[in-house]
């Protein structure tokens, strides 16, 4: 097999808290631009749910049809497209077929016919989007599924504790969307890319199906951006480098592990580390996790020593070949301060700032619309989510304007119950979901997320999108 580049991972050792030492794990994909001329992207199976409600206006639902138009042609020869409209009964408007000269006109000429329906049957959408899938005889290397959705209350979505939905509804969903059983190390569902249009639809549905298939909850607050919107995650699709990441970090018997930051990656604890089943990794793409290690002996030569053995190594499918191949590195000596107190103003660096800081940001997001949720909007400058991005804005760095404008907005949406109801919910899960798996969403009309998460190859897709004149 000739050389092709593979992620790499970093092991940054923070500096000792009495008998604890943190270790900051970074995994990132190889650019595009390092692999050999001969290396061909890994194609794409991607299928495509239209759950339209007629509570759309006509230039509305012709900017939904051209953000579809979009993707259809920039997927390539190799790559295959599918769609399925929700309308009731859910029905598969075009098969699973090749984006090549015969199947291109097809899907464009399928895309123009679509009209907006009346009931939805969302869920019977998702089984045929899954069953298209699972039925392949020939398998494209990347799959996933793309929802535009603007229906504003599905029958089966329900308010509940900590951003759920009826459960009730999971379990109608496929083991290849929703799995129940899905053990530590398995593969991967088919991840569900979840887009919400306009303020009124239904945010804790959408939301629930993308975190339960490791897909992404965007909300797009305004239709003039949501072939924007789209783009960024089809150029994230496309560049797909990595599959089934499965990361190991372990030390000796001596120590025990304490405490991982890790988002909302599966993991499994092991006696002596832990491992992480992190799925697919887009070129120049970064994960990170933080691992607390305790009982560090007190001696200083007993301390070097033990450093020298916390180990990693990674397991991972190079999309392409297929091939199950290994990452393995050892930790980086450099000592850095990592701390997870906002209010702490002697970190090492401002860049382990914002790592310490963001790995919370889920959590913090959580109790913000559980507190919303039980005690009304009006507590912006109470608020847990709010206080993260105000301190990491603080720092003169290369992000500040944009933190700020987040925080902004933030206030903006949670302050009434008016601005909560009309787009705060979905504001707030679409950066939930974010940062969980460490990937670009958009929210509210900024298609470009968090400037840590978005990856070249969204970028360029996205420079595509503002080229097209429709």
């Known amino acids: 097999m000739q050389y092709i580049p593979k992620p790499r991972t970093t092991f940054i050792e923070g500096q000792q808290s009495g008998s604890d030492i943190d270790v900051l794990i970074q995994i990132e994909g190889p650019g595009l631009e390092s692999y050999p001329r001969w290396y061909q992207r890994a194609p794409l199976d991607l299928v495509m749910v239209v759950d339209i409600s007629t ?3 006509i230039m509305s639902f012709c900017l939904v049809q051209n953000a579809i138009k979009f993707v259809a042609n920039n997927l390539g020869p190799k790559d295959r497209f599918s769609i399925v409209s929700c309308t009731t009964p859910a029905t598969r408007l075009l098969r699973l077929c090749p984006m090549d000269s015969t199947g291109l006109p097809n899907a464009l000429h399928v895309v123009s016919l679509l009209v907006p329906g009346g009931p939805t049957d969302f869920v019977d959408g998702l089984k045929i989007a899954a069953q298209i899938l699972e039925e392949r005889i020939y398998r494209n290397p990347v799959a996933s599924i793309i929802v535009l959705s603007n229906v504003s209350n599905h029958s089966w979505s329900t308010r509940q504790p900590s951003c759920g939905i009826n459960p009730e509804y999971l379990n109608q969903l496929p083991d290849s969307i929703s799995p129940r059983m899905m053990p530590p190390t398995g593969n991967h569902p088919f991840p569900v890319h979840a887009f919400g249009l306009g303020v009124r639809h239904d945010p804790l549905a959408l939301y629930g199906v993308s975190l339960e298939s490791s897909g992404t909850y965007s909300y797009v607050e305004s239709y003039a951006v949501l072939q924007d919107a789209v783009a960024t995650c089809l150029g994230g699709l496309q560049s797909v480098v990595a599959q089934n990441i499965r990361l190991n970090v372990s030390t000796l018997p001596l120590l025990h592990l304490q405490r991982i930051q890790y988002a909302k990656f599966n993991i499994q604890r092991l006696p002596y580390g832990a491992e992480f089943n992190i799925g697919n990794l887009y070129a120049n793409e970064r994960k990170f996790f933080l691992v607390t290690f305790g009982g560090i002996p007190e001696t200083t030569e007993e301390n070097m020593n033990l450093r020298r053995h916390v180990r990693a190594f990674a397991v ?19 000592a850095q301060s990592i701390q997870r ?5 002697d970190l090492g660096s401002e860049h382990m700032d914002l790592l310490s800081i963001f790995l919370g940001i889920p959590d913090d997001i959580e109790d913000d619309i559980n507190r919303v949720e039980s005690v009304g909007p009006g507590f912006a400058s109470m608020s847990n989510s709010f206080n993260a991005f105000r301190l990491l804005a603080e720092p003169n760095s290369m992000v500040k304007q944009w933190l700020w404008d987040e925080t902004m907005a933030l206030v903006e949406r949670i302050e009434s119950a008016e601005g909560y109801e009309n787009g705060g919910l979905a504001f707030l899960l679409s950066k939930k979901s974010s940062h969980e798996f460490q990937r ?30 429709n």
Request: hydrophobic share 40%; aromatic share 8%; charged share 25%.
């Open 55 to 57: 509570d759309i206006d």
């Open 316 to 334: 991972y499918t190079e999309p392409t070949s297929q091939i199950r191949l290994w990452i393995i590195d050892k930790v980086l000596m450099r």
């Open 341 to 345: 107190n906002l209010t702490s103003r």
């Open 440 to 469: 670009a969403t958009t929210s509210g009309c900024r298609v470009i997320g968090f400037p840590l998460f978005v990856t070249w190859s969204m970028t360029d897709m996205l420079r595509r999108s503002c080229r097209v004149i």
